[in-house]
C-alpha cells in the first residue's frame, strides 16, 4: 500500500496563476482531509470530506476549492493564488469520520507550494 | 479560546538519553490528545492517542501521558536514536467540535551522536 500520496511534492506559482493539488489513498478510508502548515504555527485545516460526496470547509476555507471525486481521490484548487498562500500542503485521510474518538489520520508527505 | 502550547519549542540532546516534552491545552470539553512524529520533509505519523479515561500509553521508546485534570500531556521518549530527530506536534479535540482537531506547533527535536 502506497497509503496517502500527493502531486506535485513542489510547485511555484505567480500570483494570480492557478493549480489543482491532487491526493489520492489507497486505504479504502472514508474521510479525507485538506491541511496547510505554516512556519510557528500548528497546522490548519482547509477543507475535508466525511464521506464521498460531502465536503465542508475547515478553519482557512478562503481562496480554495475542493472536489471529492471519488473514494480514493480529493484535490485542492487555488483559483487565483495569492503570496499568502506560500506554504506547505498536507493532505490525510481516515477510517472514518472524525466525531468519532480515537480514530488516526494518516497524512502524505506534501506539496510545498511557492507563491511569488 | 481553545488552544494547544508546547514546549520546548527545540531540544537538543545526545544519542541514548531520555527526554521529556511538554504539552498544554485549553481545550474543553475534551475528547482525545494524539502525539504525532513529523519528520523532516515528511507528512505527521501518528505515535499515541489518548482519550479522557486513559493517563498513560506507550509506543515502543514513546510514552504518552495525561492529566485530563491540569490539561497537561507529556512525550517521554527513551534511549534516544539519531532517528527521533524531528518535530512532535501534540493535537487536541474538543467533544463540543469534534470536527476540528488544534495542533500544537511542535517541538523541534535533535539528537546528535
Known amino acids: 500500500n502506497a497509503g496517502v500520496t500527493q502531486t506535485p511534492k513542489f510547485q511555484v506559482l505567480k500570483t494570480g496563476q492557478s493549480m489543482t493539488l491532487q491526493c489520492a489513498q489507497d486505504m479504502n478510508h472514508n474521510s479525507m482531509y485538506w491541511y496547510r502548515q505554516d512556519p510557528g504555527m500548528g497546522l490548519r485545516l482547509i477543507y475535508y470530506?466525511?464521506?464521498?460526496?460531502?465536503?465542508d470547509k475547515g478553519e482557512v476555507p478562503n481562496g480554495y476549492n475542493v472536489s471529492r471525486l471519488n473514494k480514493r481521490e480529493f484535490s485542492l484548487r487555488l483559483e487565483s493564488a495569492a503570496p499568502s498562500q506560500t506554504s506547505v500542503y498536507f493532505c490525510?485521510?481516515?477510517?472514518?469520520?472524525?466525531?468519532?474518538?480515537?480514530?488516526?489520520?494518516?497524512f502524505g508527505p506534501g506539496t510545498r507550494l511557492l507563491v511569488l | 479560546k481553545n488552544q494547544v502550547e508546547q514546549s520546548p519549542q527545540s531540544l537538543i540532546i545526545l544519542e541514548g538519553k531520555n527526554c521529556t516534552l511538554q504539552c498544554n491545552y485549553t481545550v474543553s470539553p475534551f475528547s482525545n490528545l494524539r502525539w504525532y512524529k513529523q519528520d523532516t520533509g515528511r507528512g505527521p505519523v501518528s505515535l499515541t492517542i489518548?482519550?479522557?479515561?486513559?493517563n498513560t500509553k506507550s509506543n515502543g521508546r514513546y510514552t504518552a501521558t495525561l492529566d485530563a485534570d491540569t490539561k497537561q500531556s507529556s512525550l517521554h521518549i527513551t534511549a534516544s536514536q539519531l532517528s527521533d530527530s524531528a518535530s512532535y506536534i501534540c493535537v487536541v479535540s474538543s467533544t463540543y467540535n469534534t470536527d476540528k482537531l488544534i495542533f500544537g506547533t511542535g517541538t523541534r527535536l535533535q539528537v546528535f551522536p
Open positions: 489518548m482519550t479522557f479515561s486513559e
Open positions: 490525510a485521510s481516515s477510517e472514518i469520520q472524525r466525531r468519532l474518538a480515537g480514530e488516526t489520520q494518516y
Open positions: 470530506s466525511a464521506s464521498e460526496g460531502t465536503t
